[in-house]
């Protein structure tokens, strides 16, 4: 079974940091590239970071040089290390694979947690 569930929410005030892991299980995890999306109190599903499988970055512009995506693939394990956070963060995040969601820069499903819980992220200003 396919399972991406996420750890490491919580609720912290603005300027503060939080670190999100996400462990996979049930599927290739070396070979896959993995998001990191968030879903908004008004439920919009927005795209945050990407790692390929041989460590291409990519960050959404609100989130670049305060978030930091990262995997270890001898865990099969991906982090994304959240700094000088703003109220505008919040939401619930969610970790997803091209192995099962493709393309992997679609919205459609992709915080509808499907393969595994996402983890709530609160940040009060």
């Known amino acids: 079974e396919v399972k991406l569930p996420v750890s490491g929410g919580g609720s912290v005030q603005a300027g503060r940091s939080l670190s999100l892991s996400c462990t996979a299980s049930?599927?290739?995890?070396?070979?896959?590239?993995i998001a990191w999306y968030r879903r908004d109190s008004e439920k919009k599903c927005e795209l945050v970071s990407t790692i390929t499988a041989d460590g291409k970055l990519f960050y959404v512009d609100s989130v670049k040089g305060r978030f930091t995506i990262s995997r270890d693939n001898g865990r099969n394990l991906v982090q994304l290390h959240m700094d000088s956070l703003k109220s505008e963060d919040t939401g619930v995040y969610y970790c997803?694979?091209?192995?099962?969601?493709?393309?992997?820069?679609?919205?459609?499903?992709?915080?509808?947690?499907?393969w595994g819980q996402g983890t709530q992220v609160t940040v009060s200003s």
């Open positions: 049930g599927f290739s995890f070396d070979d896959s590239e």
């Open positions: 997803v694979s091209d192995y099962f969601h493709y393309p992997l820069t679609s919205t459609t499903g992709a915080c509808e947690g499907y």
